[in-house]
């Protein structure tokens, strides 16, 4: 599958905003945001007024981007909330905090939803019991996500439970010393940290 290989900090340079790509780096004096808050290349900030379908456009880069998916996958998630009864913006955001690279992410499981894939990837994950390696697989309030017997040892795995370095949300609940935690359920848009203005994007999608 095709997934971006570049320097990721100079993402966070382009939208203007820390987009935690970067782990334990993002939290630092050494990020590149902090350090240099100008769009990467040459020519640095640009001196043109942003059409309104161009602050659209950063408002959906910039979600795609936090949540670490290609273009034709947010198109799906956007189908798949347009679909659903409610605010449309705020159903899409719901169902990309329900994949469980960011479930793992924010259980603090991982330092960033990159590392997160990773771990998904590498069978370290059960749910409710089952062996999951998919990242975009969709979790639903009541299911347990937790780290499988077997690979609790993992000298990476247990760095970062230890390392505490995330507050949870409260729609999630962790069993630190057990590498588990449980969906609550789904949550509200105010605990919601993803720094878009998601209305944008749904008036994107509707030109």
């Given at each position: ?13 382009r ?9 334990e ?8 945001v902090?350090?240099r808050a ?12 942003p059409?309104?379908y ?20 947010f198109?799906?998630y956007?189908?798949?909330a347009a ?14 905090e329900?994949?469980?690279d ?6 603090g499981f ?5 590392e997160a ?16 390696n998919?990242?975009s ?9 937790a780290?499988r ?12 439970v ?10 999630l ?11 609550v ?16 994007i ?5 030109r």
């Open positions: 599958m095709a997934r971006y290989t570049d320097a990721v900090c100079r993402l966070c340079r939208e203007g905003v820390k987009l935690y790509l970067k782990g780096k993002c939290y630092s004096d050494k990020c590149p902090v350090k100008t769009p990467p290349g040459q020519h640095g900030v640009s001196r043109r007024k059409s309104e161009g602050i659209q456009l950063r408002e959906k880069q910039k979600a795609r981007r936090f949540y670490g998916v290609l273009e034709n996958q198109s799906r956007f189908d798949l679909s659903k009864k409610g605010v449309t913006g705020e159903i899409l955001l719901q169902t990309l329900r994949r469980l960011n479930v793992v992410y924010r259980l991982a330092a960033s939803r990159a894939r990773q771990i998904v990837k590498h069978s370290h994950i059960e749910v409710n019991g089952r062996k999951v998919i990242p697989y969709l979790v639903r309030p009541g299911d347990v996500i780290v017997e077997g690979h609790r040892d993992h000298k990476r795995l247990k760095e970062l230890a390392a505490g370095i995330r507050t949870i949300p409260a729609w609940t962790v069993e630190a010393e057990a590498m588990r935690g449980t969906v359920r789904l949550p509200n848009r105010d605990e919601i940290d993803a720094p878009v203005q998601e209305h944008l749904v008036e994107l999608y509707s």
